[in-house]
């Protein structure tokens, strides 16, 4: 079978079908790209086609290329990837352009075929290029579908014409939500968008598109851009309107990106210069501006790490080679916001709930926390009043642990006191299946330690949501020292369930995320002690990748959960604790009633409304900014290098098996620099014996928390690369 099929119906209406087998959803080879120039060429060339309908054999129509491809050709193309890149992407445009003019003269611009596109269900990437190509897209009436260009948020930008044909039919400002923020749009939306023409229903979409092909006259299939005095929409650059446009998208994308990302400035420069030459032109600027971010490393690290490293995650690359552990029925153990946003993902994935809480009304206001998220859902026109019945009839809330009987997956989300973890774990435990799986959510407290409560520790594990939960993509996994397969399937089978990303970690103090996150904020607190302006802290971190800096970061999670860690920490450690100066600013802050976010008053100011303002001065009141002030890299160095030598070191420790893991668990989790790939993969980029070097240097500066790992320094001696020697995540630290 191949991934393209054609036939030609009674009516001399040729229906090419993409079908990839094996796939639940399209992808974009080279070869089946090849294949499907094959049978454009032949349905142009057969005088009893009358015109050409592209759709699909599957509910959705595709996901986009197979981002594998493109690190096909770059390894194809030995010394001189990037002619490899342009050469590959040149040709997409030329097959598109082929199906774009469709055998028309090329100066009547008469005579073509006219070729429409059937979009039953959700189409990105290649797939919505391809449509885009064609002379009149249809899209059936799903709610659930989406359509859009999303490549930006994986570190590339359309580049199969894409860029150039969306901002020639709308022009640069009403393409920028589409190109520049990869947003996916429901087909009601894409109409108004113009990404299709028709929304039409689902039984009609076939019919409805044959129709128009078999009536479409020549000057319905000719494209804008090729009819004589054609005008850029919203005006040329050289046009006062498009000057301001262009002069405003550039300041919106330095506003957003802090200058690296560089695809979305490529992005820009393509729709800018295409602008001003002819379509043809215009698409090979178009494919030199998509190979030059293809060939940075940030673009590479994107796109393993959140493409094909998180999608191999998901599909269970690190799961035990047991039978389906699909969860059934999940009791949720504490109705607080953790324990509710468990309940309501569980619900909403089509699991039946139970949500225990020690009072009634407590179980109650969990359920309704539910219900609340779906009425947002209902009030952006996401959610039907079918649906909200629907999930909240799956959520049975309740202080009767007997209700928990049949539970094959126990989610304990009580207060971090290991004596009340005790007692209702020994309560849950009496009433589940006894196959089934008890797993604790916590985020500190050790899993073997707990896993003492249970009858049966082997099937006892650590489910470490993110909060708020319905929006928070990671799930951490921790297995206990008795752990066994079947709980860690189970584990990552309900996370598919509920549409997120797993990682699997063993046991250890603060796991894997907390245990380089803490490090980041500290790091930003000690340098406010040592008289670093906080400005410059917060901003650094924004200016290399950080979606807050470690003072916001801490205002967030609050101030007084902060001296919470510290303490225990510094019980666990005795004199080997190394945070002394941090607590001289934390504690200090809490004892001022300075929480963060939650009291209105923090390392920031915030309004009565909650807003957030400027940082509070009294801060440099008690820690004086110093005269003189580091340069922007050492701080930026000292905030990631404190995050990622923790990555290496939860590596060597085995907390963490699989560099992967440690990558796109860093960027969903706490939002690692997401340009970077990740903490390994951004070693690499900088390279392990410049990396060493700077960990020596850091080191002699600040202190031996920046000394450099075992690992790390013997990668560097053999100039060797995490993702060159791990990156199959099957790798030996011995190696």
């Avoid at 468990?342 to 909403?348: K, L, P, R, T």
């Avoid at 701080?635 to 098996?657: I, M, P």
Wanted: charge should be negative; aromatic fraction near 8%; glycine fraction near 10%.
């Amino acid at each position: 079978m191949t991934d393209f099929t054609m036939q030609i119906d009674a009516d001399g209406v040729a229906i090419v079908t993409w079908d990839v087998p094996g796939k639940s959803m399209n992808v974009l080879s080279r070869e089946a790209f090849a294949t499907v120039e094959t049978l454009i060429d032949d349905a142009l060339a057969d005088d009893a086609v009358k015109g050409i309908v592209i759709t699909s054999g599957k509910d959705s129509f595709a996901g986009g290329m197979d981002l594998n491809t493109l690190a096909t050709i770059r390894q194809e193309s030995g010394d001189d990837p990037a002619k490899g890149l342009f050469d590959f992407t040149m040709n997409g445009h030329r097959i598109l352009r082929k199906l774009e003019r469709a055998g028309m003269d090329p100066k009547t611009n008469k005579g073509g075929k006219p070729i429409a596109c059937a979009i039953p269900g959700t189409c990105a990437g290649i797939g919505t290029e391809i449509a885009l190509a064609c002379h009149r897209r249809f899209m059936a009436d799903n709610p659930k579908a989406k359509i859009g260009l999303p490549e930006i948020l994986v570190g590339i930008f359309p580049g199969g014409g894409g860029t150039t044909r969306y901002s020639r039919m709308v022009g640069t400002m009403a393409a920028a939500p589409v190109l520049l923020e990869g947003r996916m749009l429901d087909p009601k939306k894409a109409k108004s968008a113009q990404l299709v023409d028709e929304v039409v229903p689902a039984d009609d979409l076939l019919s409805r598109a044959k129709e128009w092909v078999l009536s479409a006259k020549d000057a319905d299939i000719v494209k804008p851009w090729d009819q004589k005095g054609w005008k850029m929409p919203g005006g040329a650059p050289y046009h006062p309107a498009g000057f301001m446009t262009f002069v405003g998208a550039s300041a919106m994308i330095n506003g957003k990106t802090k200058g690296v990302y560089p695809a979305a400035k490529a992005l820009l420069s393509s729709v800018y210069e295409g602008a001003l030459v002819d379509f043809d032109t215009a698409l090979k600027i178009e494919a030199r501006w998509f190979t030059s971010v293809l060939m940075k490393p940030s673009s590479s690290a994107m796109i393993r790490s959140l493409f094909l490293n998180k999608e191999a995650l998901e599909k269970g690359a690190n799961r035990p080679a047991v039978e389906d552990q699909r969860v059934k029925k999940v009791g949720v153990l504490g109705a607080g916001m953790m324990g509710a946003g468990i309940a309501y993902v569980s619900a909403n994935a089509g699991i039946e709930v139970v949500l225990i809480d020690a009072a009634q009304d407590a179980a109650d206001r969990g359920r309704a926390h539910a219900e609340g998220i779906l009425d947002k859902g209902m009030k952006r026109g996401k959610v039907t009043p079918e649906k909200k019945e629907q999930v909240l009839g799956r959520i049975t809330a309740t202080t009767d642990y007997a209700a928990l009987e049949g539970c094959d997956l126990i989610v304990e989300a009580v207060f971090e006191d290991p004596g009340v973890k005790a007692e209702v774990t020994a309560k849950a435990e009496a009433q589940m299946l006894e196959t089934g799986v008890f797993a604790t959510n916590t985020s500190t407290l050790p899993i073997t330690e707990l896993a003492t409560a249970s009858a049966r520790p082997e099937q006892f594990i650590g489910i470490h949501f993110f909060s708020p939960v319905d929006k928070m993509m990671l799930v951490e996994i921790i297995k206990g020292a008795h752990t066994g397969d079947i709980a860690v399937a189970k584990a990552l089978d309900f996370v598919r369930q509920i549409r997120k990303t797993p990682i699997v970690v063993n046991d250890a103090r603060f796991f894997y995320a907390n245990r380089c996150i803490i490090p980041y904020i500290n790091e930003g607190i000690r340098m406010v002690a040592e008289g670093v302006e906080p400005a410059l802290i917060e901003n650094a971190a924004k200016l290399v990748g950080m979606p807050l800096g470690p003072l916001q970061l801490v205002d967030e999670t609050s101030i007084d959960l902060g001296v919470k860690i510290a303490r225990a920490t510094k019980a666990a450690m005795g004199d080997a604790y190394p945070d002394g100066a941090v607590d001289e600013v934390l504690f200090w802050m809490a004892g001022a009633g300075r929480l963060g976010r939650k009291s209105n008053a923090g390392f920031y100011e915030y309004d009565d409304t909650g807003k957030r303002g400027v940082i509070w001065p009294g801060l440099r009141d008690k820690h004086p900014v110093a005269d003189t002030q580091p340069d922007l890299t050492e701080v930026q160095h000292r905030l990631l290098f404190a995050q990622v030598l923790e990555a290496v070191h939860a590596f060597e420790a085995g907390v963490l098996t699989d560099i992967r893991e440690g990558d796109v668990g860093a960027i969903l989790g706490w939002g690692f620099a997401p340009w970077s790939g990740g903490p390994f993969s951004w070693l690499d980029i900088l390279g392990t014996p410049y990396a060493a070097e700077r960990c020596d240097q850091l080191q002699a500066a600040f202190g031996d928390r920046f000394a450099c790992p075992d690992l790390l320094r013997e990668m560097a001696e053999r100039n060797q690369s995490f993702y060159g020697r791990f990156g199959t995540g099957t790798g030996s630290k011995a190696a």
